[in-house]
């Protein structure tokens, strides 16, 4: 039987070296391919451009993040595409009014001068990355790259899109295919609660949480979040 593909998305100031360890350890069984997250400010928007560039027929979908709000969109709109669903580091809840003002603050900052992107920025660091891995110059220069090679314009559109997302959490109960939830222990961004939630909500889902892990679970655990991946993969193509 052949191998289900995979369609991955990435989050918020990510591009596909979020998903690079995963990729790289499941494509040797299956096409991945990981959409662009950055050229829409709406998550249909993102969904829909995702779709339009998806492998051909079903396909496993993982979203990691403002990935996750994606995924769940495009299972909206294309629910009989979507073999399997793997839900990252993320959440069915839209933004808190607390949030919004956060985002709003940022973007603010990032227009008035783009000298002070940077800054934004290395200010998620203490946020999305476990507190032990402050001092890990690869996974703190690989987050700072993707959000430089991202820009401003692509950070302003993906804020815009986070600000005004859908409420999914009708949308778990309806999930029919096999799913997996993974969330690290210490996540700030998206707590282990809203992972817990969703496990809970959607019929037969397993949550897998990795221990002594922030928000940034795909770099910072990579080997961990392949093998949740990998079972999860297994048994989509078994049941497909």
């Known amino acids: 039987m052949t191998a289900l593909p995979l369609l991955a998305i990435p989050g918020l100031m990510n591009d596909a070296r979020v998903w690079r360890p ?6 040797p069984q299956r096409r991945v391919h990981v959409a662009d997250s950055t050229r829409h400010e709406t998550i249909r928007d993102i969904a829909a451009d995702a779709l339009e560039h998806a492998p051909e027929g079903r396909f496993a979908l993982a979203g990691f993040s403002l990935g996750g709000y994606v995924a769940l969109e495009i299972l909206r709109q294309a629910r009989e595409r979507v073999a ?3 839900l990252v580091d993320t959440g069915p809840r839209p933004d808190t009014p607390e949030a ?3 985002r709003q603050t940022l973007l603010a900052a990032v ?16 946020r999305v990355v476990h507190a032990s891995r ?10 700072l790259a993707m959000a430089r090679d991202v820009g401003i314009d692509g950070f302003v ?17 309806t999930i029919q295919c096999p799913t997996v939830v993974v969330c690290g222990r210490d996540d700030q961004i ?9 496990a809970s909500t959607i019929p037969n889902a397993r949550l897998v949480v990795i221990e002594r892990c922030g928000h940034m679970s795909t770099l910072e655990r990579p080997k961990e979040v392949t093998a949740a991946l990998a079972e999860w993969l297994a048994l989509a193509d078994a049941t497909r």
Do not use: C, G
């Not at 002070?116 to 920025?121: G, M, S, T």
């Not at 282990?192 to 969703?198: A, K, N, P, T, V």
């Open 157 to 173: 559109r993906q804020q815009h899109a986070a600000m005004s997302r859908p409420d999914s959490r009708p949308t778990l109960p």
């Open 134 to 143: 402050l001092d890990d110059a690869v996974l703190i220069d690989l987050f």
């Open 84 to 86: 399997a669903l793997a």
């Open 22 to 27: 995963q990729a790289d350890a499941l494509s």
């Open 100 to 102: 919004i003002a956060l």
């Open 111 to 126: 227009s008035a001068s783009a000298d002070n992107f940077d800054a934004v920025a290395k200010s998620f660091l203490p």
């Open 190 to 198: 998206t707590p282990l609660e809203l992972s817990e939630e969703m």
